[in-house]
Each structure stands twice: as structure tokens, then as C-alpha cells.
């Protein structure tokens, strides 16, 4: 019944910008954690950041000073701010919702960043 539908994929060249969208189909806030995964060919899915109900955040080593997840509460919209990309942040990324209950997901969309 929930549904997080991402968007804002695609390529891009070493040292640009993309900004990743996650609309879920319910208000975001009965989430208490949210964040962002991906997922490298040839390696397990990782955590690339959380943001909690309490605006706590978490990132990765690999991507801090680069990646802000941030959210529209009015909009149902949860976002990951790219920066200075790497090749090495080419992977499929997928949206996470969860609750005390279950954890939600999204279908996945492709980042790739070329050199």
C-alpha cells in the first residue's frame, strides 16, 4: 500500500551534481528513519545516509562533505543532495522508509558518474 517512487537519476560527468527525490504516498513523517542505499555491481547494498524523525542525520565516510539528505514534509519528498561525484558513486540507489513495524522501499534508480 506504501509506495516510494524515486527519481533524479541519470549520468553525469566526475565532479558534478545531482539531487535524488524519493515522493512516498503517505505523509513521510510517520517514518522514523529515512535514507538512502546503494548498491555497487560486484558489491553488497550499503548505507549512504539516514535522517531521523528527530532531524538526527548519519553519512557514510565515503560521502560526507559531499551528500545532504534533507525532506518536504508538505511535499511527502525525502532528497539526497550529490556533489563533487565520484566514479566511484556509480551504483543503483534506492530509497528507504521505516517504520517500528516494517521497512519500506524503493525501486532503485541508476547513478553514473563517468571520468
Known amino acids: 500500500q506504501v509506495q516510494l517512487v524515486e527519481s533524479g537519476g541519470g549520468l553525469v560527468q566526475a565532479g558534478g551534481s545531482l539531487r535524488l527525490s524519493c515522493a512516498a504516498s503517505?505523509?513521510?513523517?510517520?517514518?522514523?528513519?529515512m535514507g538512502w542505499y546503494r548498491q555497487a555491481p560486484g558489491k553488497q547494498r550499503e548505507l549512504v545516509a539516514t535522517l531521523t524523525r528527530t532531524d538526527t542525520t548519519y553519512y557514510a565516510d565515503s560521502v560526507k562533505g559531499r551528500f545532504s539528505i534533507s525532506r518536504d514534509n508538505v511535499k511527502n519528498t525525502v532528497y539526497l543532495q550529490m556533489n563533487s561525484l565520484k566514479p566511484e558513486d556509480t551504483a543503483v540507489y534506492y530509497c528507504n522508509g521505516a517504520t517500528i513495524l516494517r521497512t519500506y522501499w524503493g525501486q532503485g534508480t541508476q547513478v553514473t558518474v563517468s571520468s
Open positions: 503517505r505523509s513521510i513523517v510517520s517514518f522514523n528513519t
